[in-house]
């Protein structure tokens, strides 16, 4: 697989708005330090100089995350007023995003809905990361919801793998990797969640691919769909030996019929349950905006202007 430089930028989608990325795996979104050699921010600098807006600390306003060791669609917003739509659009809960991920075992039940509540672990030697409630060292657990979908049965380097389809439903950090891991099925090259074997040394990466993005914002639908990483001609360590569910009918089901907005009609499809899951649960209900988080919300828009180091 070529190795990420900062020439290697995939760019999937581009309007006076917003460009949408394919991003590199292990490649961090922006860093203060320099010492990084490699970011997506050097490498947006590097492509579109022009774009770069010197108000801003990084340059560009990253209108949400990806892990540093996820690939995958990431979207960009060009100015204020742009940033400040796709903002809305994730408070409301208006943005459909779905995952392709590789993942440890084989799956026995085709789809489902994951409910486990996710909060900060406070366990000695696991700072920064994330765990399920009920387990030891948790806290604050909050409400999180995952759709998962089997797509492919195989192997991996000769070790049982399913390829799943993850639709996040809540937004909380690390879900995706928390909740495979919680299931007795951890993300192939997860180090953090896996499980620590021989077999980890395999893969060249973290397994998890933002695949497809929509944001419907009320002038512009960001609609992307990227191209599928794990497939035997680009991995042959992925020798998948069943086929479970097509993807293509799973992205069509995420495109369906028009989607109203807060005022009318829009310009994207709804999001909706994928094809034999169900209705999931709806997502928790969000509390009433605090001052502390409309003063987030600003601080945000006004991406990371900074006082500068000393």
């Known amino acids: 697989m070529e190795p990420g430089s900062v020439e290697n930028l995939c760019i999937v989608y581009r309007s006076q708005d917003f460009l949408v990325v394919n991003k590199h795996w292990d490649v961090r979104i922006d860093s203060k330090t320099w010492r990084e050699t490699l970011t997506l921010q050097k490498q947006l600098r590097h492509r579109f100089p022009e774009l770069a807006d010197p108000d801003t600390y990084y340059g560009f306003r990253f209108c949400h995350q990806l892990d540093f060791s996820t690939s995958g669609a990431l979207c960009v917003a060009l100015n204020k007023a742009a940033a400040g739509s796709a903002y809305k659009c994730f408070k409301e809960r208006r943005v459909t995003k779905a995952y392709l991920a590789l993942v440890r075992g084989h799956v026995q039940e085709s789809q489902m809905t994951v409910t486990y509540a996710i909060g900060r672990n406070s366990t000695e030697g696991r700072a920064h990361t994330m765990c ?47 909740h495979c891991s919680a299931l007795g099925h951890p993300i192939v090259g997860d180090l953090t969640y896996g499980q620590a074997s021989g077999g980890e040394d395999q893969p060249f990466r973290m397994m998890l691919h933002a695949f497809y993005l929509r944001i419907p914002t009320r002038t512009e639908c960001v609609e992307v769909c990227t191209s599928d990483p794990f497939v035997p001609t680009l991995d042959p360590c992925w020798s998948p030996h069943s086929l479970v569910q097509p ?46 988080q409309q003063a987030s919300c600003l601080q945000w828009l006004s991406e990371w202007v900074l006082e500068p180091d000393h």
């Open 247 to 292: 993807l293509d009918q799973l992205i069509q089901a995420l495109r369906a019929a028009p989607n109203p907005t807060e005022e009318g009609p829009g310009p994207c499809s709804p999001s909706m349950p994928l094809p034999g899951s169900g209705q999931p649960p709806s997502p928790p209900a969000k509390p009433p905006e605090t001052e502390a």
């Open 132 to 178: 399920i409630e009920g387990t030891q060292g948790c806290e604050n657990p909050k409400p999180s919801l995952t759709e998962l979908v089997v797509l492919e049965l195989g192997l991996y380097a000769g070790d049982p793998v399913s390829k799943v389809l993850l639709r996040p439903l809540t937004g909380r950090t690390h879900q995706l990797r928390v």
